[in-house]
């Protein structure tokens, strides 16, 4: 049974500040294992683009590796958080201590939900409807092209009531699947939680603390947003010695290499404050608790 600390809106600031802080401490050894991700993938559209045939493989093989790298990240981030070295070997740490399955189920939820919202879709639309919207929208498309003004008439017949309660559950749903993994990886590793306990406990801890998790998000999206930009201006310098082609490639490089550390040291953080394994917090007052 996990504990849930409720954590001041504040907190969200301090996860995104505390993951900055922790890059800050390490930034080699933790951009390395960025690019390292970058490098990877990178070798295995290669093989996507040299076999054709191998496209859908090579894109699946990506996404299952992807919880496997950010839990590799997120490894890192605690050695360099209790006074140890990061090294490229901790991307296959998780895999070392058996977690690997258990990572990779972390996906079913969003696998599920885009089942279930396209099931609902044509539920809630009809087949008639989405081809209806299809049409249309390739005709916008083609005057759009043309430099015309599109014609209002043209989605005068199009059931925007429907669609806009579709979106609006799609919205709630892509929130929820995301909190329920929000800190779930982080239980994995380091508490040996169970998957299923893992990412109810993520979930419950989210919405409990939905006001640091919104100014989290906030923040990130601005953050991201800035280092993005700052780095994309350099790129286009870059660019005017290395080429377009380099220049891009470098820049999605140095944005991985900030931005993934970043969100594993939030993350990380996040997880030691809101279940009971940290000792920040925002007032002297002893936390609120519920128990799961």
């Not at 900055?20 to 050894?29: M, Q």
């Not at 493989?57 to 919880?67: C, I, K, N, R, W």
């Not at 977690?99 to 599920?112: D, E, K, R, S, Y």
């Not at 919207?133 to 059931?159: C, F, H, K, T, W």
Request: overall charge neutral; glycine content about 8%; hydrophobic content about 60%.
């Amino acid at each position: 049974m996990s504990t849930i600390n409720k954590v001041p809106a504040s907190a969200g600031a301090e996860w995104l500040l505390a993951g900055f802080a922790l890059l800050r401490r390490a930034p080699v050894p933790l951009a390395t294992l960025s690019v390292l991700w970058g490098l990877l993938s990178m070798g295995v559209m290669l093989v996507a683009v040299t076999l054709p045939a191998m496209t859908l493989a090579m894109q699946f093989l990506l996404v299952l590796a992807g919880p496997l790298f950010f839990a590799g990240m997120l490894w890192a981030v605690r050695e360099v958080d209790q006074g140890r070295i990061a090294s490229p070997s901790h991307l296959l740490q998780p895999v070392r201590e058996g977690h690997a399955l258990a990572l990779v189920i972390t996906l079913l939820p969003q696998l599920l939900a885009a089942l279930v919202m396209g099931a609902l879709l044509f539920v809630m639309v009809g087949t008639e409807q989405l081809q209806h919207l299809r049409e249309v929208y390739q005709q916008m498309q083609v005057i759009a092209a043309a430099g015309g003004e599109p014609d209002p008439s043209l989605v005068a017949g199009l059931p925007a009531g429907r669609l806009l309660l579709w979106l609006l559950l799609v919205a709630v749903v892509f929130v929820a699947v995301k909190w329920m993994t929000f800190i779930a990886s982080p239980q994995i590793l380091f508490s040996n939680t169970h998957v299923v306990d893992a990412m109810r406990n993520s979930l419950r801890a989210c919405v409990h603390n939905w006001t640091a998790m919104l100014v989290f998000y906030l923040l990130a999206g601005i953050a991201i947003f800035a280092v993005g930009m700052g780095t994309l201006l350099l790129a286009l310098l870059l660019a005017l010695v290395l080429g377009p082609t380099l220049a891009m490639g470098l820049w999605q490089f140095v944005l991985m290499a900030i931005v993934m550390p970043v969100l594993a040291g939030a993350a990380y953080t996040a997880w030691r404050q809101m279940l009971g394994t940290g000792t920040a917090q925002a007032s002297a007052a002893p936390p609120a608790q519920i128990e799961v």
